[in-house]
């Protein structure tokens, strides 16, 4: 499956962004995807995930009343709308994909984007 982020950008804090991850390949209802997102001398660190097909979602705890993630069968395309940014949101955000793993560590998933970056300003 290849995957393409995008939607990343400069933002005012307490504004908004969507990303959006384009996926293509092989069957995505088998998959499950994930964003991650990771700061300037910091690990990679767990956003959101979602299983394909059927739609059953979860958050870092941290996020959740911030950050929604969503997919779009029909667009084959995964988002995340993300609300109320904080400068502490600034990082390069990822989305990935894994047949077997749905899990919040990033070493265990198989298929990465090329990453989006968001700044958020104070």
């Known amino acids: 499956v290849q995957l393409q982020a995008s939607g990343g950008g400069l933002v005012q804090a307490g504004g908004s962004l969507r990303l959006s991850c384009a996926a293509s390949?092989?069957?995505?209802?088998?998959?499950?995807f994930a964003w991650f997102r990771q700061a300037p001398g910091k690990e990679r660190e767990f956003v959101s995930r979602i299983r394909w097909n059927s739609g059953f979602k979860y958050n870092a705890e941290s996020l959740k009343d911030r950050f929604t993630i969503s997919r779009d069968s029909a667009k084959n395309t995964m988002y995340l709308q993300m609300n109320s940014l904080e400068p502490e949101d600034t990082a390069v955000y990822y989305c990935?994909?894994?047949?077997?793993?749905?899990?919040?560590?990033?070493?265990?998933?198989?298929?990465w984007g090329q990453g989006t970056q968001v700044t958020v300003s104070s």
């Open positions: 390949g092989r069957t995505l209802s088998i998959y499950n």
């Open positions: 990935a994909a894994s047949r077997q793993y749905f899990g919040v560590a990033a070493r265990f998933y198989d298929y």
